[in-house]
């Protein structure tokens, strides 16, 4: 780890480095020289730190996909190697959200899939047959390579190359990018930063040349973003603000017009193409606003044209009269066309971005996941450390300068920092700004701090105190700021390897003497659902986990991470929540052959389902709010309890029963500590599931597998017939026991 | 523009910003006709452009008279090529009439062409 | 004899109402709702028995709230209002709390409140209250102690207000309960005001106006203010409606939410964005504070000297802050190894 960490101190030291030879030496073939090779080596040093940085989760466990949705994109891209690229697109899953199956073809975004296929295409032919798996892990640190070169293209066209490097160095590096783009996490974002960077920088190259070529990058780079993550729309919206900004600080020149119509064609017709996509750049209001600037900039470059064979006074009544006018009828006609249906109104994941009451109220899906959640100031910290305040300072050096490529960034970082103050995943796309801001403003003061010129010059010029005092100055100044990147670079490291380096699947623990455990009880369960089930047989569980069953243990769910379809969750939901007799009906209704719930009561594992269950309520109410209740499963405090005191609806619901079944016997007297709610469950509260067999138990617990039981054959009502049973026999069958006490 | 003038009648007379228009209008289309004149390359691009316009009116015309939009894709795509087409002319001409620093004329065009081929090639795609 | 019947007839119904003193009846809160302004019973030491045991033949719903200003209770005195206005909707319709359409159901409001710590009312010791504002809801038949307790609303104000009133119209089963918002003219009268003067203020110094809207230096300003209090964690305490600050077990006020990554106190982004602010600062002096000062010395050999005391101060600052703000992230997260200093061990 220490070798990691010293690896990654060397892209800062050399930056510094780089500066006093660019700064110090006069312009000379050799010191070019120097210079190239030394950026080079920079360059391999930020790129051997970056990649290195990502792989602490498969030197920790192994190369392994993480989380959950990254499971659906492993199977996809299985999928997309087996079978033909068309195949692909019309792929319909059956396999999951059963009965009714999903268009997968035609609502993923298939951008990161191709390119994993096409590099494993591409190496195959090579002669590297790689296992698609090892290609899938390791995709997110190869493209962080990727944007760190990007960053430092951007950055110079900002400011120059040690701000670039000091960029690429710190996107290298950050956690906020790290921790999605870990070895193992191979999600969509993994590749959509790398490409929302490329996308930015041609657009500024176009801008600041107005060059047809670069733009018509840009688009690309936009299309291939679209293809790879809904993030798109940031970009959607973004350019055309900043060019409306640009109009507005009367800045319109030809080149504003030639790079932003060519973005603005290519890629909307571009967009067009991935299915999932389709029709909305035309319908969608969240396209509306750069479809308003495309023909804004038409009227603009009119006016323009006019403007210079008119006196300036006749042309600015012109331009008032014209501009409220086209401002009234744009807006009417947005309404318009809104109320008439002809647009599709605002997506719900919008709303949610700016009434921030909106989702909590009408979409508890959306609030229930937690990268929807508003984000806390230590998620700052932690993700950016002394950037975060070197950011506002950024932005006002970014006043100071003002050309149109710094108004973007100002743009950026204010709309972006609204954003991800709203909703935790949209920190990912803030980190890169303040990567691109900070640097500017950190080698702005070195410009300044680090130049130890005066040295040299003292002869020329003032007295030996004054320059000795001018020399202690920049060397506190600058030492102080290099400890800090120092400093950075450690927290940078510890942040890595402490929060998001852990695949979720495999959960780390310690054993009682510290040394290192793995809590391997996903994969156990769902290998043993793999190999002990029928290949048919479906499984229900909280939605979390489709993708992981899908995934690992190749079975159909009826719910995953998609969240397509609302009713068809808060059926899982209903199930869960309701009491035996009502989930078996519904259940049976479903085909289902299992029950899958987590359960961290005996390892005090807090994500497991009944810290879910709120959520679960809350959408089945959502659809059926006569017959789940969440005032139901609460006790008089208002308190959500498990133990003694839980409600009668609590201690009913199939959730309950199972998560807790056989609980209470694994202690002594009965008395069950739940880890996770610390409070103490007795056999008195868990009744006993009369139409549910428990047929697996992970090692800790952590995975509990029911199997629904048969239809009697007699016709008798399941409860009756258990409780006939109970009266015949006794005899409870025992469990094996998890050792307890082992894990801390 | 005359419905503009109009509505607007608190700023100044009313007279005055009509003459204003009527001279903005006349000024412009004077200097376009000196600028068109002896440049044969200006002359090509706006009647492509032209008839690039008319070849879009015509295509949501014959939409509109027919009440049917079924391949919406194809619509789409004949439509935006025409869009884009004419945007992609203006910047070459944009950069034809005054060259941007660091551009010159032919490596513009050669910009150009490439954007086109990119243009055509997805609204082929897209056409099916 | 006349005499001695009546006599006697009072005197049973006295004795009779003597003993039966303790179920209130539909009229009798009737009566004492008409009596306020805004149908809101008041809950004293003396009646609160005898309006709240039973048996009772209507609902009732009860308010414990606290408005004094000691015990900082921001929930109680959000909640007043849309209470009242709840209770109000309800009297404006039913002057006798008895429902039009099902004459069978009646519904009144109570409501105690503790104004001065120390006068506690007897209810707040007979429930055994600890946690305001408390909801409770007495439905027909039982006694006393029989209540379910209500959930406050979870939105605000007038929206607050119509989802109470249409869980309440579920839990009692009526129809007719109608919301009535006071219109509140004071907002229009003053948005209309302001606007007026707002409008007059630009079209007379039109020229100030524009050099304010044009000036890039007050858009800096305005936009860095906003990235601080955005990275400070702002839109998490308005989202959640956090607490200002909380108290450990001992009573103490805490202002820092230790071990808690995902929680924090609204003082906390305030702290933090204020050290954010003035890190920011003393950056920005050092970059374009320094040089400019450094011009205008230009040759002085004490200019010189000035310039390291200030640089040498902004950097200590700059430290000293940064060690700070690290210390509060090492609140947070109490395994975070990088504080540059430990401030607890000075302090020690």
Not at chain 1, 69 to 87: E, G, I
Not at chain 1, 134 to 150: D, G, K, Q, R
Not at chain 1, 232 to 242: D, E, G, K, R
Not at chain 2, 76 to 84: E, K, S
Request: proline fraction near 3%; charge should be neutral; hydrophobic fraction near 45%.
């Amino acid at each position: 780890m220490s070798e990691i960490a010293e690896k990654i101190v060397v892209p800062d030291t050399a930056v510094t480095a780089n500066e006093n030879d660019t700064t110090t030496q006069k312009d000379g073939n050799c010191v070019s020289w120097i210079q190239s090779s030394l950026k080079t080596l920079i360059f391999i040093a930020i790129i051997i730190a970056s990649i290195s940085s990502r792989l602490f989760a498969v030197i920790r466990f192994e190369s392994i996909i993480h989380e959950f949705d990254p499971w659906f994109n492993y199977r996809a891209t299985q999928y997309l190697v087996n079978n033909s690229f068309k195949d692909f697109l019309n792929w319909f899953d059956e396999r999951t959200w059963y009965p009714l199956g999903r268009v997968t073809g035609g609502t993923l975004y298939p951008g990161l899939m191709t390119t994993s296929a096409f590099i494993w295409h591409a190496l195959r032919k090579i002669g590297l047959p790689v296992d698609i798996r090892n290609i899938c892990v390791l995709f997110a640190p190869a493209f962080s390579a990727i944007t760190a070169y990007v960053t430092y293209k951007l950055t110079c066209e900002l400011k120059d190359e040690k701000a670039g490097l000091l960029a690429a160095a710190f996107i290298g590096i950050v956690p906020g990018y790290i921790s999605r783009s870990v070895a193992g996490s191979y999600d969509n974002e993994a590749i959509a930063i790398t490409l929302l960077m490329a996308t930015f920088m041609f657009w500024i190259k176009g801008l600041k040349q107005g060059s047809i070529l670069n733009s018509s990058f840009a688009a690309l780079c936009y299309f291939y973003m679209v293809s790879a993550w809904g993030g798109y729309v940031f970009i959607t919206n973004l350019i055309p603000f900043h060019v409306f900004c640009l109009i507005l600080m009367g800045r319109y020149t030809s080149k504003i017009y030639v790079a932003y119509n060519t973005w603005f064609v290519i890629g909307t017709i571009a967009s067009m193409q991935i299915p999932f996509v389709g029709f909305l750049p035309i319908k969608s209001n969240d396209h509306m606003a750069a479809l308003g600037v495309f023909c804004l900039l038409q009227i603009v470059a009119l006016g323009d044209f006019i403007k210079a064979k008119i006196s300036e006074k006749k042309f600015k009544v012109i331009m008032w009269v014209s501009i409220i006018l086209i401002m009234i009828g744009g807006i009417a006609g947005l309404f318009l066309l809104t109320y008439l249906g002809l647009i599709a109104p605002w997506t719900g994941r919008f709303y949610s971005l700016w009434d921030t009451n909106y989702a909590r109220i009408h979409i508890p899906i959306i609030a229930s996941v937690s990268e929807h959640q508003p984000i806390t100031w230590p998620a700052f910290f932690l993700d950016t450390h002394f950037l975060i305040w070197l950011f506002p300072a950024a932005v006002f050096l970014m006043f100071m300068d003002l050309k149109n490529e710094h108004v973007f960034i100002i743009v950026y970082s204010v709309l972006c920092s609204y954003f991800a103050g709203v909703m935790v995943r949209l920190m990912l796309t803030l980190t890169p700004v303040i990567c691109i801001a900070g640097a500017v403003a950190l080698s702005k003061l070195f410009d300044i701090y680090l130049d130890f010129s005066p040295i040299f010059s003292t002869k020329k010029t003032g007295t030996t105190k004054s320059s000795v005092m001018t020399v202690l100055t920049r060397a506190l100044v600058s030492a102080s700021f290099i400890y800090y990147l120092y400093l950075f670079v450690h927290h940078c490291t510890w942040v890595t390897q402490s929060a998001y380096s852990s695949p979720s699947v495999v959960l780390p623990s310690q054993n009682r003497d510290g040394s290192m455990a793995i809590i391997d009880d996903y994969r156990e369960a769902y290998y043993w659902l793999r190999m002990n089930t029928d290949y048919d047989a479906k499984i229900a569980s909280w939605w979390d986990y489709g993708y992981q069953i899908g995934g690992m243990a190749d079975r159909t769910t009826l719910v995953d991470n998609n969240t397509w379809n609302n009713t068809h969750i808060a059926i899982v939901g209903k199930a869960m929540a309701s009491p035996e007799e009502v989930s078996y009906e519904l259940l049976k209704e479903h085909d289902v052959d299992y029950v899958l719930v987590i359960f961290g009561g005996v390892l005090g594992f807090g994500g497991d389902d009944i810290n879910k269950f709120l959520w679960m309520i809350r959408i089945a109410e959502g659809i059926w709010p006569e017959e789940v209740k969440e005032r139901d499963f609460f006790v008089n405090q208002g308190e959500f309890r498990v133990d003694s005191q839980a409600s009668q609806t609590m201690k009913k619901s199939l959730m309950y029963k199972m998560s807790y079944h056989g609980f209470p016997d694994l202690f002594p007297n009965g008395q069950g500590q739940d880890r996770v709610r610390q409070q103490v469950v007795t056999a008195a509260d868990v009744e006993d599931l009369d139409y549910f067999d428990e047929v697996f138990s992970s090692e800790n617990w952590l995975v509990r597998i029911y199997k629904l039981k048969d239809l009697d054959i007699e016709g008798r009502d399941l409860s009756d017939f258990a409780e006939f049973e109970k009266s015949k026999n006794t005899k409870r069958s025992s469990n094996k026991r998890p050792e307890i006490d082992l894990r801390v | 523009m005359a419905p503009v003038i109009q509505k607007k009648k608190s700023v100044a007379s009313k007279d005055d910003i009509q003459k204003d228009f009527m001279e903005a209008i006349n000024l412009s289309i004077s200097s376009y006709k000196s600028q068109v004149r002896n440049n044969k390359k200006l002359r090509l691009i706006d009647i492509f452009a032209t008839m690039l316009v008319v070849i879009g009116v015509f295509q949501t015309a014959f939409v509109g008279l027919i009440q049917d939009n079924y391949p919406f894709n194809a619509f789409l795509a004949g439509f935006i090529i025409c869009v884009g087409q004419f945007v992609l002319l203006m910047c070459l001409r944009l950069q034809l009439t005054h060259p941007f620093e660091g551009i010159s004329k032919s490596k513009a065009f050669g910009e150009f062409v490439v954007a086109s081929l990119i243009l055509h090639f997805t609204c082929l795609h897209f056409i099916n | 004899m006349l005499l001695s019947k009546l006599i006697s007839v009072c005197l049973t119904t006295l004795l009779f109402k003597s003993t039966l003193t303790l179920a209130a009846t539909r009229e009798d809160l009737a009566i004492k709702a008409q009596k306020t302004t805004n149908g809101i019973i008041p809950l004293d030491d003396y009646s609160f028995k005898d309006i709240l045991d039973g048996p009772r033949d209507f609902y009732l719903v009860a308010l414990l709230t606290c408005t004094e200003p000691g015990v900082g209770c921001t929930a109680c005195f959000e909640f007043n209002p849309v209470y009242e206005m709840i209770a109000n909707s309800w009297f404006q319709d039913h002057k006798d709390g008895i429902s039009g359409l099902d004459p069978s159901k009646a519904l009144y409001f109570a409501k105690a409140d503790l104004e001065d710590a120390s006068a506690v009312p007897e209810i707040f010791k007979f429930y055994n209250i600890e946690r305001v504002p408390r909801l409770m809801f007495f439905t027909p038949g039982g006694s006393i102690h029989d209540y379910n307790l209500l959930n406050l609303p979870q939105q605000k104000a007038n929206a607050g207000a119509r989802e109470f009133i249409s869980n309440l119209k579920i839990a009692v089963g009526i129809n007719d309960y109608q919301v009535h918002e006071p219109r509140d003219w004071s907002t229009i009268i003053i948005t209309s005001i302001s606007t007026f003067i707002i409008v007059y203020l630009l079209r007379k110094h039109s020229k100030i106006v524009t050099g304010i809207i044009s000036s890039k230096y007050i858009w800096a300003i305005l936009s860095c203010a906003f990235i601080v209090l955005m990275s400070g964690g702002y839109m998490y305490n308005k989202m959640r409606g956090t607490p200002l600050a909380g108290s450990d077990s001992n009573g103490n006020v805490v202002y820092f939410w230790p071990n808690e990554f995902q929680n924090q106190y609204g003082i906390e982004s305030q702290i933090v964005s204020v050290v954010y602010a003035a890190l920011s600062l003393c950056f920005l002096a050092l970059v374009l504070g320094v040089p400019s000062l450094a011009d205008f010395y230009k040759g002085s050999a004490s200019g010189a000297m000035i310039i390291t005391v200030i640089s040498a101060v902004l950097v200590a600052v700059i430290y000293i802050l940064f060690a700070g703000l690290s210390n509060l992230f090492g609140i947070k997260s109490p395994r975070y190894p990088f504080e540059l200093i430990k401030i607890s061990s000075l302090l020690a």
